[in-house]
């Protein structure tokens, strides 16, 4: 299993009328932390576009628990628990940094594809190499 954390402060202009966080920004938080945590294991994204590739998301799911606010202070746990699988799933967890509290849990998952026939291929052997590593057999 590979896992990192990455911290965002809530902007102003993340927040709705009710002055929570939009629930559709959960997503690029999810984003941030996907990009930090393939970074953080020496395989950021720039890697998979120079190799011909590309990750598209293909599902994504989140649960709210609890609002975040403006200036809020986030932790983004970002996972990925299977290696060897077809779609690559990553798992979040949202929590207040400041107090602990459990903001949204969610998963995204995503297919490579090729860049040049945007045709949807199997795990390749560079991604499975970079990151085989940090799995246990």
């Known amino acids: 299993m590979i896992s990192n954390k990455t911290l965002i402060r809530v902007r102003?202009?993340?927040?709705?009328?009710?002055?929570?966080?939009?629930?559709?920004k959960y997503l690029e938080y999810f984003e941030v932390g996907r990009t930090e945590l393939f970074r953080s294991v020496n395989f950021p994204y720039k890697v998979v576009e120079?190799?011909?590739?590309?990750?598209?998301?293909?599902?994504?799911?989140?649960?709210?628990?609890?609002?975040a606010t403006y200036d809020d202070l986030?932790?983004?746990?970002?996972?990925?628990?299977?290696?060897?699988?077809?779609?690559?799933?990553?798992?979040?967890v949202v929590k207040n940094k400041e107090t602990g509290e459990l903001i949204a849990e969610g998963f995204t998952t995503h297919v490579f594809m090729r860049s040049d026939t945007k045709k949807a291929a199997r795990p390749p052997?560079?991604?499975?190499?970079?990151?085989?590593v940090y799995f246990k057999e």
């Open 50 to 67: 120079s190799q011909g590739y590309q990750l598209p998301l293909v599902e994504a799911g989140i649960k709210y628990f609890s609002p």
């Open 12 to 24: 102003y202009a993340d927040t709705d009328k009710m002055q929570f966080v939009y629930n559709g």
């Open 125 to 132: 052997k560079f991604y499975v190499d970079a990151l085989s």
């Open 74 to 92: 986030l932790e983004i746990e970002a996972r990925v628990e299977e290696l060897y699988v077809p779609r690559p799933k990553v798992i979040y």
